[in-house]
């Protein structure tokens, strides 16, 4: 399978998983709100969050534009360290992440 194909069905698969565990936000932020320095906007946004606010709204983009896709990314250890502090059971969604991280750095999941 294609790589923007492989994407795209990860990110839909990282989003029903983040549904599953009633994560998915039904609020909007206004885009001034969403404004950070830090990784994974850490200080303004839970993980979660910003999967949801930033990096799926960001990655849709790219392949709506059929732009470049990141070819460095690591997400797994962000989300392996945020859902053991969290005692959410977050393994679905770790194995999404993992699986792109794999894709976008090596092109093959």
């Keep these: 399978m294609e790589k923007r194909a492989q994407v795209t069905n990860l990110l839909q698969e990282l989003e029903q ?46 392949l709506e534009q059929g732009l ?6 690591g997400m797994e250890p962000m989300a392996e360290e945020y859902f053991k502090q969290g005692g959410i059971d977050g393994g679905r969604v770790i194995s999404v992440l993992a ?4 894709v976008l750095t090596e092109g093959k999941c």
């Design 17 to 62: 998983e983040l549904r599953l565990l009633d994560l998915w936000e039904s609020r909007q932020f206004a885009p001034e709100e969403l404004v950070s320095q830090m990784p994974f906007a850490v200080d303004i946004l839970t993980f979660p969050q910003w999967l949801q606010f930033i990096f799926i709204v960001r990655m849709n983009e790219l």
């Design 68 to 73: 470049s896709l990141p070819t460095v990314s």
């Design 99 to 102: 699986r792109l991280d794999k």
